[in-house]
């Protein structure tokens, strides 16, 4: 079946404007997940989503991030007055429960100018 | 001390041989564990997972769990050059939804 999908795949951004990078799970996953991969550095949790609702945000750098689900499905990742810093593989994954294996996605690799 | 440690190689190990992947954990919550394989520009795919200690096999690959000594290893045998890529362990915590991965173990496997 269709895995999970990210949009865009790549996306160049001016510092200070904002982004959204969308996520669209496997069919009937409950849980859904952001990682971010910077260059060197390894997977960094962000947030989580069980259903719409996000018990763990505890990942996000600071309050320019936010996410959310709607319908229990596609979930967007917003970065306000992107920074240079926020350059980096913003990857989504989701399972079909939050004690189940975690499905990747391809990725949106974020480049701010 | 990071929470999952694992040597960032190189490792290079000849095609048809035994690969040996290491990783340590700080977390003694840590309660299931799992191996991830990226290839570059790509995102991680799922290998392996493990939640018990012991060995799990699949295929040509086996996971190795010992939570007394807070250790997982993942072996690929006869090795393949298109197992050449990083290699990533991950481990959850009871009670905490998200993983948290070690650096990665880059792998080359020589023809």
């Known amino acids: 079946g269709a895995g999970v999908s990210q949009s865009p795949s790549n996306k160049v951004t001016e510092k200070g404007k904002d982004v959204e990078l969308r996520c669209d799970p496997i069919?009937?996953?409950?849980?859904l997940y952001w990682y971010r991969q910077s260059l060197g550095q390894g997977l960094e949790f962000l947030i989580y989503?069980?259903?719409?609702?996000?018990?763990?945000k505890s990942g996000l750098p600071s309050d320019r991030f936010s996410a959310e689900r709607t319908g229990g499905s596609v979930s967007t990742l917003t970065i306000q007055r992107t920074q240079q810093e926020d350059s980096a593989v913003y990857l989504c994954a989701s399972s079909r429960g939050t004690v189940y294996e975690q499905y990747f996605g391809p990725g949106t690799r974020l480049t701010v100018t | 001390q990071k929470e999952v440690e694992q040597n960032s190689g190189p490792l290079s190990v000849p095609e048809g041989a035994i690969a040996s992947l290491n990783c340590t954990y700080s977390?003694?919550?840590?309660?299931?564990f799992f191996w991830y394989r990226q290839y570059s520009g790509k995102s991680p795919e799922l290998i392996m997972s493990?939640?018990?200690?012991g060995d799990k096999e699949d295929g040509r690959f086996t996971a190795q769990l010992n939570k007394a000594s807070q250790y997982v290893s993942l072996l690929i045998r006869d090795s393949q050059p298109s197992d050449s890529a990083t290699y990533l362990c991950a481990a959850r915590a009871l009670g905490n939804e998200k993983l948290t991965f070690g650096t990665g173990t880059r792998l080359t496997i020589i023809p």
């Open positions: 989503f069980q259903g719409n609702s996000a018990p763990d």
């Open positions: 493990i939640y018990s200690n």
């Open positions: 977390d003694r919550g840590s309660q299931s």
């Open positions: 069919s009937g996953h409950t849980a």
